[in-house]
């Protein structure tokens, strides 16, 4: 079945360091892929999203790109803020979809960044 | 506000005692989904509903489990005689229609969860 790999945290950086989480995926369709974030004490909140090989989605200053070659949607940002401390989920949806066209999601464990002054 | 509500959002049990948990989604969204997150891990699907019919169930939701949506608006799952392993983070979802068969639009718009503890 589909799964979601991303690396394990937490991830502790200091302000304006360079971020990158690895995220690599196993799926029998073409899937679109997904980065999800859970600030503390918040909701799951959709961060990025890709539906196509090479494409590039961004969002506040996060990046991540479709690799279909290497299976991989890795999200990455230039300068981290203390603002950005929270859990960062990978996830992906079969593009088969359920019955009737919803949109099931698999994720992966989560990320958890931290970031210092 | 007029996102995704759950209601409670903490609840504490004991093995064996019924509980239900109510989820509210957005008001135009017409699919609702049910997860499923346990500490360190990811959300896991459980269920999923469009309008009021139900059409899909995870090989997790064991027969102890049930899910509603009787007027195709907010959802109920209940948990019967509830287990300590049942302890973790319920989470609803909701989204808008597909545009189409093969596009997906991707967002699912989550609440804050309903916690679980089984004593």
């Known amino acids: 079945g589909d799964s979601v790999t991303q690396m394990e945290g937490p991830v502790t950086l200091s302000e304006e360091a360079f971020l990158t989480i690895n995220c690599t995926y196993t799926?029998?369709?073409?899937?679109?892929l997904f980065w999800y974030v859970q600030y503390p004490g918040e909701g799951l909140q959709l961060l990025l999203k890709?539906?196509?090989?090479?494409d590039k989605g961004s969002n506040k200053g996060f990046e991540a790109t479709y690799r279909k070659e290497t299976t991989s949607f890795h999200l990455e940002k230039g300068s981290v803020q203390v603002s950005d401390s929270a859990v960062y989920f990978c996830a992906l949806s079969d593009r088969r979809g359920l019955t009737g066209g919803g949109n099931k999601l698999t994720f992966g464990t989560g990320t958890q960044l931290k970031v210092e002054l | 506000d007029t996102g995704v509500s759950q209601d409670p959002r903490h609840k504490i049990t004991k093995r064996g005692q019924n509980v239900t948990f109510r989820c509210d989604p957005i008001s135009e969204h017409n699919r609702l989904y049910w997860y499923r997150q346990t500490l360190g891990q990811g959300p896991e699907f459980l269920t999923y509903?469009?309008?009021?019919?139900?059409?899909?169930k995870s090989r997790l939701l064991s027969d102890r489990f049930s899910a509603e949506r009787p007027k195709g608006s907010f959802s109920t799952l209940e948990i019967q005689r509830t287990e300590q392993g049942d302890s973790a983070m319920y989470l609803c979802a909701s989204s808008l229609p597909t545009m189409g068969t093969g596009t997906i639009t991707g967002e699912l718009f989550f609440g804050e969860g309903s916690r679980l503890t089984v004593l």
């Open positions: 799926a029998t369709g073409y899937p679109s």
């Open positions: 509903f469009q309008n009021e019919a139900q059409l899909e």
């Open positions: 890709a539906t196509k090989a090479d």
